[in-house]
């Protein structure tokens, strides 16, 4: 294994220097808070709406910081790499964008990121009395055992929820509603994902874990943690059932049903393959009979550079599949606007 | 017994955390996401930072502050948990004069805060595997009639223990549960920097 071979000036920097970055390239859609780390809307806060933030780790990108903007998020916090930010950023993110609606934070299931969000809420509730709610999201259907561990983990469903709830919030929907509804798509939505390589975490400077040339680790999370198992690298067509199949079979998802099918890239594997896993995906659907509303493809929740994919399936009905076509206008995601 | 010797705690908390910022990225290295000694030393850093800079008239105050200061730098679950641990130690403290029983106090109602912040319980391979057994030794010193610095030197040693007993055993909270029977075999980074403090509570305080 060789040394790191990053686009980086120095490891300590590079989370600041991406939202300079950031803050340069769509001064037209964001607002960046340099020293605290958060992306705001531009025009946030929108009076009469419900603030939506949510951050984490970087090294996601362009989640969370890429989905702010209109029918999306309000703000997003920027945490270390693969370490979740901490509650002043959350504090001061939820009063600058607290219209007097209330705030919702979105939270993805990781221990770090519920503490410190269950921190910020605690404080700034007692602060500046603004009403916060919070929906943790944890679709990952790899952690089995979810009695015995940290449960199971926030990944997919988040980039779906986000943009749903933040159609609804953009409506003027008050904050319980708002908060409903996201819980609502958290639990019709469902994810599995496999990396055929690791990643590095530019202050680490050496891969998170080791996979040989021959092998792909099926059921991993979003930060190179293990999953179900460690397998010999197989046909696209076999990995597409091993996403697909625990996925549809957890919910489950029924002949009949109606799904946004959402094949995400981890970050090092191309759209060609991307689009050739959608193939696949798209044609086990079609066996069991559920029907694709609407499909998103590309790098949307991304671990670094590590190669490999996930698969969500959220049940959508009329309302879902509605709010999903509404305007949205962030660096990450843009139709209609 | 004063404010001072609490400042020397933390300074000498945060040397021994610097010393060992390696060790502690290396066993988390191993079940977790290799960030426990940066973000511990990074926290207490910060501490040092803030000690320089303002003075305290009483130990309430001055681990309040410590534990805002944790929960601002720290990041991660050690964050928050420190951060409270310090906070409800501070809050205990207020108003109360500085005795073992009273330091003893302050000590439960800040592991108390752990439990709330994390949910652990004994066994789950965590910080409070040290916490637990360090109260149950300090207590029992206090009873007997020990001064603070044999009760904390009891206290740390069975920290001590609980973090080598955490070897054996699956992870249930945190990332490291998601390793399952994987994360079996490896010390835990949370029990091993809460015996660090504990340790050097018992240099200090007496």
């Given amino acids: 294994m060789g040394g790191m071979k990053k686009l980086i000036n120095d490891p300590a920097d590079v989370v600041s220097e991406a939202l300079q970055g950031m803050a340069a390239a769509h001064p037209d859609r964001l607002r960046v808070d340099l020293e605290n780390r958060i992306v705001y809307r531009k025009d946030a ?18 989640m969370h910081g890429g989905f702010v903007g209109l029918g999306m998020l309000d703000a997003a916090c920027a945490g270390e790499v693969f370490t979740s930010p901490v509650p002043d950023q959350m504090m001061a993110a939820t009063k600058a964008v607290d219209a007097g609606a ?8 990781y221990t770090g990121d519920v503490m410190n969000f269950e921190m910020a809420a605690e404080l700034a509730a007692a602060d500046a009395g603004t009403e916060v709610l919070s929906v943790v999201t944890n679709d ?18 988040t980039v779906l929820l986000e943009k749903i709830v933040g159609a609804a919030a953009e409506e003027g929907r008050p904050l319980q509603e708002v908060a409903d509804l996201a819980r609502r798509v958290n639990d019709n939505g469902r994810s599995m994902g496999m990396a055929l390589t690791s990643c590095t975490v530019p202050a680490a400077g050496k ?66 393959e991307l689009y050739l ?34 698969v969500t399936l959220l049940k959508a009905d009329d309302e879902l599949v509605r709010l999903w076509d509404a305007p949205v206008n962030t660096p990450g995601l843009r139709w209609g606007a | 017994m004063g404010v ?16 060992n910022a390696a060790y502690l990225t290396e066993l988390d290295s191993a079940i977790g996401d290799a960030d426990h000694g940066a973000n511990m030393d990074r926290g207490f850093q910060a501490v040092v930072g803030m000690l320089d800079e303002t003075s305290f008239g009483g130990a309430d105050e001055l681990l309040k502050k410590a534990g805002m200061t944790l929960v601002s730098k720290v990041g991660g679950a050690s964050g928050p948990l420190y951060g409270t641990f310090f906070l409800r130690f501070g809050t205990a403290l207020a108003g109360a004069d500085l005795t073992p029983e009273t330091i003893g106090k302050g000590l439960h109602a800040g592991v108390e805060g752990v439990l709330a912040r994390g949910k652990p319980e004994l066994g789950d391979k965590t910080m409070y595997d040290a916490w637990a057994p360090a109260l149950d030794a300090y207590d029992a010193a206090v ?11 009891a206290a740390a040693e069975a920290a001590a223990k609980g973090r080598d007993a955490t070897i054996p055993l699956v992870a249930r909270k945190g990332r490291a549960s998601y390793l399952g029977e994987r994360s079996a075999g490896h010390q835990d980074p949370g029990a091993t920097s809460t015996t660090l403090i504990l340790e050097s509570a018992a240099r200090t305080l007496s």
């Fill in chain 1, 45 to 62: 806060p929108r009076p009469g709406k419900v603030g939506l933030i949510s951050g984490g780790g970087s090294g996601h990108e362009p």
């Fill in chain 2, 4 to 19: 001072d010797s609490f400042v020397s705690w933390l300074r000498d908390a945060a040397g021994s955390l610097h010393e």
């Fill in chain 2, 143 to 153: 009873a007997g009639g020990s001064d603070l610095g044999t009760a904390l030197g």
């Fill in chain 1, 277 to 310: 896993m959608y193939h696949e995906v798209a044609q086990l659907l079609d066996r069991a009979g559920i029907t694709v509303a609407r499909s998103l493809v590309g790098n949307y929740i991304t671990s670094l550079e590590m190669a490999g994919c996930s």
């Fill in chain 1, 102 to 109: 209330g705030v919702l934070h979105i939270v993805k299931n």
């Fill in chain 1, 207 to 272: 891969p998170t874990f080791e996979l040989a040339e021959n092998e792909m680790e099926v059921g991993i999370g979003i930060h190179g943690e293990p999953g179900r198992q460690r397998l010999p690298l197989a046909p696209a067509r076999e990995i597409a059932a091993m996403l697909v199949d625990p996925v549809v079979s957890d919910l489950p998802y029924q002949q009949g049903d109606s799904v946004i099918a959402f094949v995400n890239g981890m970050g090092g594997t191309p759209l060609l």
């Fill in chain 1, 140 to 157: 990952d259907v790899a952690v089995q055992d979810s009695l015995y561990t940290a449960g199971r983990r926030g990944v997919g469903v």
